[in-house]
């Protein structure tokens, strides 16, 4: 072998020698031949969307069953483990008896799921903490993504209600930030309700060590979040309720205009406002296909679009979960100028009309629809620190 | 030869999202993969065009994960390596935008040195839009009451902030729709209840519901709704409400320095 051969076997080595699969190895050499011959534009966001097809393909497809809305989920008998101690077998005399052995059952069964309440020594660490998308089947989410779109789980302000009916012409607020930082919460933070001391310390004396303390943890806890870090938020029962405080909502409102800076300022988010003519029915079709497979792997997915002929009214939402008949495959969005119920409803709906187009109830046909290019990154980022919580809240490392 | 060191280079840039299956893009993986780079002399032999193309995937990959500092460097990169055919506005609308949200005052350096004179001899038909866009978020002017889109709240919120601070009150007021406030968040619901106290409003204010809601809450925002109210505030006085303002939300300030300018016959002080 020539010596440039035996760099070129080395660098292989090298680089190959972190992956624990060829296939993936084949996967980044075909995308490197791609960066050759694609677009500057086309090749931004490489990296992500490689390494967002790998996690999609580790996860299982029966695992991808709760995308639309449904209310009579049953837990699969799989995903319930009895992790009591086998003993004499009791004996029922009375209806009392009966209950009774029921509560105890309930009470020590656990759950072999992703998050679920078992123990790695009755329930596999693959089970529990799933190195795929499964792992965003963490609460809130119980049955379906349209779970995450109650008022509960919710910002308690709306992107700019003022705004859509302002005299003003119609302006969209800071509605891709209020969709990335509700993303964030949905995913990242957990609520402690129980724990009341810090929320209770916000109303001491202004100045006093007490409340300094309790701002800071605060401000702390949604920092992490909106850095995307997993965090556990104590005195509040959900986002909602969190999002209101008056110490607290001017905060997150911050939070969420920095995020909409950082996505709406790009390159990308600057051009995504610039596609206005309707869309072919191909590509209609693809990119609402595309929507249903994030959902269908337990995401609400970011997507911006714009108003046909009407370049700059744009706006950026989350895809609620989706519907599909034989009239074909409706997003329900979760429009952020809108009430979290309406959203929940499925009254916000997207889908392509007759001529091809995409139609968005509120708005009618509307021009150039995508996922957003922060999307693939945003989930990845979630995805690598739900991971790494989840090993070692089940101490699967 | 370049092709394969190029696609290898490349290869090693797509691990830097697979070093770790688990953790992702960490600065240690960056290092990492530049003491790689450098060790095998990879860029040394890619052509230009190459070493532009590549650095900017790695200088996009960098922003979107928050690396802003790493993100400025590899554009930077790509930049040098930029080919005399290709346009330069999206890597240095890129590194604005970066720069944006990492310190505005180098931004508007940046704008004003390199990008405007470089933008506007752009070939791109996205140019127009994108001047224009960074013209109006650098300017000190008041736009026309005209905000749409993605970036219709970033202009009026600036429009409002700017008119307070110059005291055109009623201009500012003129910009808000009291009709659709309910669900807007706190700052904007003070800023209209400000705004409509200095035009004569006496009663009805949109903070009230969360000043209800929390009425033992000595936040700023909340102690604003109480002087609007005419009600004891938490602080001595209005001074100290703008020095707590000052040193714990600045951002605010310019709400709690309107108060000053109600009108002194409708002032009931608390």
């Not at chain 1, 104590?234 to 309720?241: K, P, Q």
């Not at chain 2, 930049?79 to 330069?88: A, E, H, M, T, V």
């Not at chain 2, 009425?215 to 109480?226: F, G, K, Y």
Request: with cysteine; net charge positive; glycine share 4%.
């Amino acid at each position: 072998m020539s010596r440039l051969g035996f760099f070129l076997l080395f660098l292989s080595t090298a680089c190959l020698g972190l992956y624990s699969c060829n296939q993936v190895g084949l996967g980044a050499l075909t995308a490197a031949k791609n960066v050759i011959t694609s677009p500057i534009d086309g090749i931004s966001s490489l990296l992500s969307n490689r390494r967002y097809n790998e996690v999609e393909e580790r996860t299982p497809s029966e695992a991808r069953s709760v995308n639309s809305l449904s209310f009579n989920h049953v837990p699969k008998t799989s995903e319930v483990i009895r992790c009591e101690v086998q003993g004499p077998r009791p004996i029922l005399e009375r209806e009392s008896d009966l209950e009774s052995l029921m509560g105890a059952t309930r009470s020590s069964a656990c759950s072999c799921k992703a998050w679920g309440s078992c123990s790695q020594d009755v329930c596999e660490c693959a089970k529990l903490c799933p190195n795929d998308f499964s792992l965003f089947k963490r609460a809130p989410f119980e049955q379906s993504t349209a779970d995450l779109t109650s008022n509960d789980h919710s910002l308690s302000f709306r992107n700019a209600d003022s705004m859509t009916l302002s005299s003003i012409e119609g302006t969209n607020g800071y509605c891709w930030g209020h969709a990335s930082t509700t993303a964030q919460f949905n995913r990242l933070a957990t609520f402690d309700p129980s724990e009341t001391q810090m929320k209770s310390n916000l109303d001491a004396a202004s100045g006093s060590p007490e409340r300094s303390e309790a701002l800071s943890y605060y401000k702390g806890v949604i920092d992490k979040v909106t850095n995307n870090k997993v965090s556990t938020i104590d005195g509040f029962a959900n986002l909602n309720e969190l999002s209101s405080h008056p110490d607290l909502e001017s905060y997150i409102a911050d939070k969420v205009a920095k995020a909409w800076a950082s996505r709406a300022m790009s390159f990308q988010g600057l051009r995504t406002a610039l596609g206005t003519g309707a869309m072919s029915q191909e590509k209609s079709s693809a990119f609402l296909e595309d929507v249903a497979k994030k959902i269908d792997n337990f995401q609400q997915p970011q997507i911006v679009f714009t108003a046909k002929g009407n370049a700059a009214q744009t706006h950026a939402v989350l895809v609620s979960h989706y519907e599909r008949d034989e009239s074909g495959l409706t997003l329900c969005l979760r429009d952020n100028n809108e009430p979290p119920t309406v959203n929940k409803l499925c009254l916000n709906r997207m889908f392509v009309d007759d001529d091809g187009g995409i139609h968005y109830s509120p708005w009618g046909k509307i021009g150039r629809a995508a996922i957003a290019h922060n999307d693939q990154a945003d989930t990845l980022k979630h995805f690598d620190v739900l991971k790494e919580e989840c090993d070692r809240l089940k101490g699967c490392k | 030869m370049f092709r394969s060191k190029f696609i290898l280079f490349i290869y090693c840039l797509l691990s830097l999202g697979s070093f770790q299956q688990v953790r992702g893009m960490s600065k240690p993986d960056i290092e990492e993969l530049e003491q790689l780079i450098e060790k095998h002399q990879l860029a040394l032999s890619l052509t230009r065009a190459q070493k532009y193309r590549a650095y900017a995937v790695l200088a996009r990959e960098l922003e979107l994960y928050g690396y802003l500092e790493e993100s400025l460097s590899y554009y930077g990169r790509s930049l040098k390596n930029i080919p005399r055919d290709q346009d330069s506005l999206e890597i240095l609308s890129s590194m604005l935008s970066v720069l944006y949200r990492k310190d505005r005052e180098e931004a508007l350096k940046f704008y004003q040195q390199k990008f405007k004179k470089a933008a506007t001899s752009s070939t791109s038909p996205v140019k127009s839009k994108i001047l224009d866009f960074w013209k109006k978020v650098f300017s000190k002017k008041v736009f026309k009451p005209s905000h749409v889109g993605f970036y219709g709240q970033f202009f009026k919120d600036q429009d409002v902030k700017t008119l307070m601070q110059q005291k055109k009150y009623s201009v500012a007021l003129s910009f808000l729709d009291p009709k659709a406030l309910k669900s807007a968040d706190i700052n904007h619901r003070l800023e209209y209840d400000v705004l409509s106290k200095i035009a004569g409003k006496k009663s009805g204010f949109f903070c009230l519901s969360t000043l209800k809601k929390y009425p033992n809450s000595p936040s700023v925002t909340m102690d604003i709704c109480r002087y609007l109210k005419g009600i004891q505030l938490k602080v001595e006085s209005l001074e100290t409400l703008k020095k707590k303002a000052a040193a714990q939300l600045p951002h605010l300030s310019y709400l709690v320095d309107a108060l000053f300018d109600i009108p002194v016959e409708q002032e009931k002080k608390p």
